[in-house]
């Protein structure tokens, strides 16, 4: 089992990562991560567990893995 530090640091490390691949600040990122979810959550009941965004040099992908009703 992980304790919550080595989560924050795996998160952090993929961040730099992501960030490093695509030529953009982690702050950059960060942002059109934010902006992309307040986005979808404009037209869909979303919470921040259930989306997930993967930024690579070439692609954006956004998963939703919430409950379907």
């Given at each position: 089992?992980?304790?919550?530090?080595?989560?924050?640091?795996?998160?952090?490390?993929?961040?730099?990562?992501?960030?490093?691949?695509?030529?953009?600040?982690?702050?950059?990122?960060?942002r059109?991560?934010?902006?992309?979810?307040?986005?979808v959550?404009?037209?869909?009941?979303?919470?921040?567990?259930?989306f997930?965004?993967?930024?690579?040099?070439t692609?954006?992908?956004?998963?939703?893995?919430?409950?379907?009703?």
């Amino acid at each position: 089992m992980n304790s919550p530090s080595v989560s924050v640091a795996k998160e952090r490390l993929k961040n730099l990562l992501v960030s490093d691949r695509i030529q953009c600040a982690p702050d950059a990122v960060d942002r059109l991560s934010k902006d992309l979810y307040y986005t979808v959550s404009k037209y869909m009941e979303i919470t921040p567990e259930n989306f997930n965004i993967e930024i690579t040099r070439t692609d954006i992908h956004i998963r939703y893995t919430g409950e379907k009703n």
